[in-house]
DNA sequence: AGTGTTCTAAATCTTTAGATTGATAAATTC
DNA sequence: GAATTTATCAATCTAAAGATTTAGAACACT
């Protein structure tokens, strides 16, 4: 199935020197990869990432020197185009959701069978994101779980919606920390009509100042709360 | 491999009259499903959906008349415990993402294999969320792209590590759209003293207003941002 | 033509917010 | 033990925010 093609290159960090040594020689057996180097600490990993630049990093994060995600984290900042699987002994939703979260490109248990390892490595070689099934699985259960409450604040009566569109414009430049001098020229108006825009938000938003008036915004999905930056 | 137990029971929802045809065809040939019902409106599917209590439904997302999310939003809301599968003419990651957000429980292509509609059915039913791999590589690509903005953010210089826990503790009743009266009242210390605190936080964050602050707080990680409640 | 909504604006007034200076006591650091 | 940091409080002052009322112009609805 796989074609001959430049072998990839790996990296492992594994703080136990025996399971270093098995998943070494089982990635040796297979043609289509080389293991450039190997390391039983985060910390020199990220040296030897940075002096080998592999194409893959299998990355034990169950590591009690340094946190294994902390890791990633720091490898994916280096930006080296470095694609890291993260191997661990739990399945826990968490973790995997972490992992993911901060830019592993795969996640395996270690009581796989190799031939999932090899696979992964594979899917991820050609540039995609893999997860074995069962993992998959309980990442999504994660994930819906964390955006259910999400969920029901949308259900609740949404005052937003009550807004004239200047007002909204209003509460917008509001979110971004504007006083009402700001807000006025932004809008080329005066500053009392800003002050009338304002106090009628108040009403319709049942607050009694502009902090409250913008938590209620970002609380409520106004706009893109990436977006609400400050503009100082 | 699959025992024999109950027949699930499904729903379909599909406003292409043919394709509706077609996959309840698939099903009946199954002998652990029966199609209990089947419609082209996903308003009546609704309705249907509370009469009958299907264990899966199956929902195309891609229809003109009511949005297909739209109406997964509103069958979650019900809390019926029907495990909804999305259907779909589009391998879109926006879409994918969303479906998934919202609480869908697979998504499958109308593209693909029946037998995979079927495996993905048998997951769903037996409790599990299931996307097929090709998807579930799509998904994680923009989950992770959605997650960048943040990390590039924490890299940055965050002013909040200055404050002394008093003035956290301020900041958070800030957060909370307090002013001073409430702050020094929750704190049992004088308005005077709340002053100093929120002045000294000011000259920290280097904003000039408590909007700003608070704004600040919430764009760089302070607290949990879910608990960032209005206390009214 | 009339009603209602929205956007604009001003005037007035009260309250809150924010800046500044100075001071004390306790805890911490060196 | 001296210096620094932190937490506390007061007084004062200016600026900004917020409440309230009134009102004209534009527009939509019917």
Redesign the interface.
Known sequence: MREFKRKSRVLLIDDNADHLRGVKELITLESSYEVVSTTTSANVGINLIKKYRPDIVLMDINMPEKDGLQAI?EI??LNLGVRIIALSAYDDADLIFRA????AKGYVLKTMASAQLIYAMD?VASG????P?AL??RF??Y??NS?K?E?EIS?EENLLTYLTSREEEVLDL????N?YKGIASKLFISETTVKTHVNNIFQKL???????A???A??NGFANR?R???A?
């Open positions: 984290q994916e900042k993911m979260k901060i830019g899917e995609k994101i893999y997860l099934t998959t699985s999504f259960e994930f819906q955006f409450n969920a259900t509001l979110t971004q920390g006083n049942q607050v009694n100042d502009r902090t409250q913008v938590l209620y970002l609380n990436r609400a930056k400050l100082l």
